[in-house]
């Protein structure tokens, strides 16, 4: 009889223990970046890409290229690719196995699935910004209204399929921007 409320001492334990590791909030967390903090919050997993930009950006200049579109993929449409096909993760610092990747020569954006948003919070510097979108129709718009009419889009042509080549939707776009395999 006497014994019952001991009984529940190691339920209470578990509960203090519980209680004590809960996820901290979003605001607190410290596995992601912060970009909206100066200096910016960086967690040791984010990789630096401000050399990786700055070698892109001077081939877009010497190209005359406004904007340059890294896939995710191979030359076979692969969806787990090689280490030297492995483009979008050099430029960005995020490994995932699906996003895509717009550089302009002011701007760095991914955009990737829900699967990957805590995964590319914590690899990417405040270099880029993160696009919580799927699907070429976000990058489209979002590249219409970054460069100028008239401007030139760059991309490999060897990792974009007939099915999937919305370097095209950009051309067929009014006004129209020029589309320049590189
Ligand atoms: C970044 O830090 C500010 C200030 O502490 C906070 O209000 C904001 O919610 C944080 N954002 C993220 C994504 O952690
Ligand atoms: C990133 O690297 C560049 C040089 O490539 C350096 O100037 C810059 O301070 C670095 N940024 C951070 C946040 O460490
Ligand atoms: C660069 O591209 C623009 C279109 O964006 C064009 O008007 C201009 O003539 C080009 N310049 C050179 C040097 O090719």
Redesign the pocket.
């Known amino acids: 009889m006497a014994r019952a409320p001991w009984g529940c001492y190691p339920w209470l334990v578990l509960l203090c223990a519980c209680a004590w590791g809960r996820p901290k909030s979003l605001d607190l967390r410290e596995d992601v970046r912060n970009c909206s903090i100066s200096p910016p919050y960086l967690p040791v997993t984010v990789v630096n890409t401000t050399a990786q930009l700055t070698a892109l950006r001077q081939q877009m200049h010497t190209q ?3 904007a340059y579109i890294v896939p995710d993929t191979d030359a076979h449409m692969s969806e787990y690719i090689g280490d030297y096909d492995k483009r979008r993760a050099w430029i960005t610092g995020f490994t995932g196995s699906a996003g895509i990747a717009v550089v302009t020569m002011g701007k760095a954006a991914l955009w990737t699935d829900s699967r990957y948003w805590t995964q590319a919070e914590r690899q990417m510097d405040c270099n880029w910004e993160l696009h919580k979108e799927v699907g070429t129709t976000p990058v489209v718009t979002w590249l219409l209204t970054e460069i ?1 009419v ?3 889009v760059g991309f490999d042509p060897f990792l974009f399929s007939i099915s999937m080549f919305f370097p095209q939707s950009l051309r067929l776009s009014t006004p129209t921007r ?1 589309i320049q395999p590189q």
């Open positions: 005359n290229v406004s100028p008239g401007g030139r020029e």
